[in-house]
């Protein structure tokens, strides 16, 4: 009975148990949250409240540094994430959907993957989910720019100032998350 609820996925999953017990706890983390946040809605924060987002270099799977100032002007969705939490897994289509839908507003997705296993366990995965937004592999010091990430997923909603307007932890609702996406599009068209 547990298992339909996602616990099953989660406890049994091979590659979770091989994980560093600070990522299993994460894991657990994240699919409590999953059931919190797809309870709550995300609250952007007033434009006179949102602070700096720290910029980063992260590489690609092919190598590439990525800094978060190449998306200067551009609405975007930072999402940390990785391959073994159930929550991550399942809003990655409509986070692809949404990537494409919004593109030509000016919007972007870009995927942080905190796995541990670096590229060797996440590119893999890539394929298999035929993601089509920027994936980047964090690093210690990114996570703690942010925060310290400990909990997946974890979304920044960035302004094209390169504010941070709203911080969501734990899975939403496409609905939720296109509203929001949708809001800061407009806010800073007019």
Avoid at 122 to 136: A, D, G, R
Wanted: hydrophobic letters at 45%.
């Amino acid at each position: 009975m547990v298992a339909r609820h996602g616990w099953g996925r989660l406890i049994a999953c091979p590659s979770l148990l091989q994980q560093s017990p600070r990522m299993r706890v994460a894991a657990i983390i994240a699919v409590m949250m999953f059931w919190v946040g797809a309870a709550s809605a995300i609250s952007l924060k007033k434009e006179a409240e949102r602070k700096r987002a720290p910029d980063f270099e992260l590489k690609d799977a092919e190598g590439r540094v990525v800094r978060l100032s190449d998306y200067a002007g551009k609405v975007v969705l930072l999402d940390f994430w990785a391959t073994w939490c159930v929550p991550c897994r399942d809003s990655i289509p409509w986070m692809i959907e949404l990537s494409e839908k919004y593109k030509a507003d000016g919007f972007a997705v870009i995927g942080v993957s905190m796995d541990e296993g670096g590229w060797r366990a996440v590119k893999p995965f890539l394929e298999k989910m035929k993601i089509t937004y920027p994936i980047l592999l964090g690093s210690k010091r990114v996570a703690y720019l942010y925060g310290d990430v400990e909990t997946l997923p974890l979304a920044f909603f960035v302004d094209r100032n390169q504010r941070v307007a709203a911080i969501h932890a734990g899975a939403a609702s496409r609905k939720d998350y296109e509203k929001s996406i949708r809001t800061l599009l407009e806010k800073s068209s007019r």
